[in-house]
């Protein structure tokens, strides 16, 4: 049996929405950053209040997912107090049956979304899949309405065990998605997405040059104290990660909000595929950021460093290639994008930010000479 063959999942996907998808731009809510917590989330309980209206919208998505439910009562708990806003994340029961639902007025591609997560989940039981979703408006600005199963966990809990739960899921991850039939379609997104942020990196360096910092808004002051940082950002980021000779489809976003474990038996399952709708590049990108977030968040000893890297290294059981630069590049990567949303889609990010991915950028430094040990090989230019 292959990695990806774990047995029979039944998947049902309703997509409500008819006719072409347009990508719509808005202000981000509080209640769009992830979980509470981000980086660090705490205990999952669904347990605020949600507004009537809210609910309304909740409860006609769920059924439209499944109709018997017409005409049965539909709960909802908010994982965060929502403070009168649709968007959030929410728990719904009806009857016995309990689902995860998500309001966002980020559309992305839910489509290609479902597709990915409906072929894992047929062969990766470690995959939260997209149900149901469907577009509405509400009080003139339009959101996405998603419906996936309940899943009872909890957050990694620092430990190791729950650390090598993690690295083994995110293998068998990479090997699933190296199979998916939608991949040609996730590499064209990821190539236009990668190409807009290279000239995004052109415009910063040029408004750096030319001392130009009104146009980063609120970072304007944070961009004059970070000049040289941003120049050699513009020297050494490499955006065409899709041509990387080991690219593929990937989760996008390894992060501690994005990884549940089972409250009883520790399997790791991963939620929130959003990224991986535009995301194609080396393996080394996930571990990058499963590096970060899981190993190096609480600025380790480099004793500890090593016992964490050697977990992750006998879990995951694939190559870590190069992912010293893989951490570079992900940092700039993601500063490209707040400076993006800054100067051309008028979303303004909060400047701890712009401190979270410079740290991050010079943690790959700081940590280089343990790391390299865990290399395999190099496939950046020098």
Known sequence: MSPCEDGPFNVSLHLSASGPLHRVEMTLEPAEFAWPGGDTPGTL???????????HHLAEGVR???????GTEI?????????????????????????????????????????????????????????????????????RLDIHPFF??????????????????????HRCLEGLDGRAR???????????????????????????????????????????????????????????????CLHGEVHPGNV?????????????FEE???????????????????CLADNPSTDVVHERLETIRTGYKGEMRNVVMMMKQAAWFSM???????????????LSEYDKFERLERQADLYKDVLREYETDSFFRP
Not at 212 to 231: G, L
């Open 45 to 55: 309980q669904f347990s605020s209040d949600v507004f009537p209206e809210c609910v």
């Open 64 to 70: 439209k997912l499944d109709p018997s439910l017409r």
């Open 75 to 143: 709960r909802a708990y908010a994982l965060t107090p929502t403070h009168g806003s649709v968007v959030g994340r929410y728990r719904l029961v009806a009857g016995k049956q309990s689902f995860f639902a998500r309001i966002t007025s980020r559309i992305g591609d839910p489509r290609l979304e479902a597709e990915v997560t409906g072929f894992l989940a047929q062969r990766h039981p470690g995959t939260r899949h997209l149900l149901f979703f469907d577009l509405f408006e509400w009080r003139g600005k339009r959101y």
């Open 152 to 173: 009872q966990g909890r957050h990694f809990n620092g430990s190791t065990q729950d650390l090598f739960r993690i690295s083994e899921s995110l293998g068998r991850l």
């Open 186 to 248: 996730v590499r064209s997104a990821a190539e236009k997405r990668y190409r807009r942020l290279a000239e995004v990196v052109e415009v910063m360096a040029d408004a750096v040059r030319r001392r130009s910092f009104a146009i980063f808004q609120n970072a304007e002051d944070w961009m004059k104290e970070h000049r040289d940082w941003i120049v050699n950002m513009s020297e050494s980021f490499d955006p065409f990660l899709h041509l990387l000779p080991d690219a593929q």
């Open 260 to 272: 549940l474990l089972s409250d009883r038996e520790g399997q790791a399952v991963w939620v929130d």
């Open 276 to 294: 991986s709708v535009h995301t194609y590049t080396s393996p080394s990108w996930d571990l990058a950021f499963l590096i970060q977030r899981f």
């Open 336 to 350: 490209a994008v707040l400076v993006d949303q800054t100067i051309n889609n008028h979303i303004v990010s909060p």
